[in-house]
Antibody, heavy 122, light 112 residues
């Protein structure tokens, strides 16, 4: 059973870059036709999709966040990463990494990491 | 404001059947599959329903999803105290600039 674990700084200063890594265990990031995603949840609020990346490095980002986002994948370490630039307090959230699968040609998120809280503050 | 509209709250007593609605438009629910997630307090979301009405292995058949036109519903029968959680619908939105993955605003289910 695949498991995902987020890691990275819990505190980032405004205007800096937020960097998170997701380590995949119990399965290879190269296996199957899965894709790898990031979602965030602002405190006490709903979920916001950030984007996803394939094991070949292909990406698709939320249009509203596209200018801030860079995702990458390291298949040798079974990891994928998120960078969010020029952060403000509005980027304070719990960040989840997740695996995406397909049903009848439609992609969907089926497995989530436990999430990590990132606070943007000076 | 979420693209998919859910009631902010719902409630029921143990053993009851409750339904949670999710309303969208022709560019999201109307033309794509709907998915449902359960988020217990302090935990990550968990997939409950995919492809409108399919349950992953391990999800009890007390949970069922349906879709009609631009709306979808999650029904929970035989309500239990452990069902108290936040429930989110989700899916793809094909509107201008998309497609992109969207979530409903969430419905907090209280078991009385």
């Amino acid at each position: 059973q695949v498991q995902l674990q987020e890691s990275g700084p819990g505190l980032v200063k405004p205007s800096q870059t937020l960097s998170l890594t997701c380590t995949v265990s119990g399965g290879s990031i190269n296996s199957g036709v899965y894709y790898w995603s990031w979602i965030r949840q602002h405190p006490g609020r709903g979920l916001e999709w950030i984007g996803y990346i394939y094991n070949n490095g292909g990406t698709y980002y939320n249009p509203s966040l596209r200018s801030q986002i860079t995702m990458s994948v390291d298949t040798s370490k079974n990891q994928f990463s998120l960078e969010l630039s020029s952060v403000t307090s509005a980027d304070t959230a719990v960040y989840y990494c997740a695996r995406g699968d397909y049903y009848d040609g439609s992609a969907y998120i089926d497995t989530w990491g436990q999430g990590t809280l990132v606070t943007v503050s000076s | 404001q979420s693209v998919l509209t859910q009631p902010p709250s719902a409630s029921g007593t143990p053993g009851q059947r409750v339904t949670i609605s999710c309303s969208g438009s022709s560019s999201d629910i109307g033309s794509n599959y709907v998915y449902w997630y359960q988020q217990l307090p302090g935990t990550a979301p968990k997939l409950l329903v995919y492809g409108n009405d399919q349950r992953p292995s391990g999800v009890p058949d007390r949970f069922s999803g349906s879709k009609s036109g631009t709306s979808a519903s999650l029904a929970i029968s035989g309500l239990r105290s452990e069902d108290e959680a936040e429930y989110y619908c989700a899916g793809w939105d094909d509107s201008l600039g998309g497609p992109y993955w969207v979530f409903g605003g969430g419905t907090k289910l209280t078991v009385l």
